[in-house]
T-cell receptor, first 112, second 115 residues
Framework: GQQVMQIPQYQHVQEGEDFTTYCNSS?????IQWYKQRPGGHPVFLIQ?????EVKKQKRLTFQFGEAKKNSSLHITATQTTDVGTYFC????????????FGKGTKLSVIP | EADIYQTPRYLVIGTGKKITLECSQT?????MYWYQQDPGMELHLIHY???????EKGDLSSESTVSRIRTEHFPLTLESARPSHTSQYLC??????????????FGPGTRLTVL
């Protein structure tokens, strides 16, 4: 089935530093989604990328979709303690692409 | 307000007990999913349903069963709980229409501990 590799698994940063997580697929993707899960919480949808080379911004978060639509990144500028959590990428899978296959996630810790 | 509800939120139970985890939604979504997630780990799809009377097993083999008799209700049952079933169980929904986004909406989860 569809697989997506996500790195790094963990990232510890000082507050104010930048953070980036990457997702890679061996196959071309129709789209890729990003979710955030706060400690003790549930995944919450952040964004979906569809177009080749697409770049979207949400305040300090920048999402990119590669030109070949096989990789994606999430970059956070000047991290804050509120950014703590695990960030997952997810790609469509299954018949009709109604399912999602999630990456293993990157757990972000922010040191105040 | 449209939402996804899961009960109980926390459950500690002894080995061999039968349990049912409830998931209900008021969003009117036709597609519903159950994921299993160990703390800090990835999400594994264990069951999904694309509508009433439609249920399928997901990628991760699970001893649990599900039913979908009503659109808004998607309960998960374990006939005989074992310590290996200890995990967080997340219910999610997805809209029928494609729209701009195809995201899934997650409930708060049930944290199950089997002693």
């Amino acid at each position: 089935g569809q697989q997506v590799m996500q790195i790094p698994q963990y990232q510890h940063v000082q507050e104010g530093e930048d953070f980036t997580t990457y997702c890679n697929s061996s196959t071309t993707l129709s789209n890729i989604q990003w979710y955030k899960q706060r400690p003790g919480g549930h995944p919450v949808f952040l964004i979906q990328l569809v177009k080749s080379g697409e770049v979207k911004k949400q305040k300090r978060l920048t999402f990119q979709f590669g030109e070949a639509k096989k990789n994606s990144s999430l970059h956070i500028t000047a991290t804050q303690t509120t950014d703590v959590g695990t960030y997952f990428c997810a790609v469509p899978s299954g018949a009709g692409s109604y399912q999602l296959t999630f990456g293993k996630g990157t757990k972000l810790s922010v040191i105040p | 307000e449209a939402d996804i509800y899961q009960t109980p939120r926390y459950l500690v139970i002894g080995t061999g007990k039968k349990i049912t985890l409830e998931c209900s939604q008021t969003m009117g979504h036709d597609k519903m999913y159950w994921y299993q997630q160990d703390p800090g780990m990835e999400l594994h799809l264990i069951h999904y349903s694309y509508g009433v009377n439609s249920t399928e097993k997901g990628d991760l083999s699970s001893e649990s069963t599900v039913s979908r008799i009503r659109t808004e209700h998607f309960p998960l049952t374990l006939e005989s709980a074992r310590p290996s079933h200890t995990s967080q169980y997340l219910c999610a929904t997805k809209s029928k229409t494609s729209g701009i986004y195809n995201e899934q909406f997650f409930g708060p989860g049930t944290r199950l501990t089997v002693l």
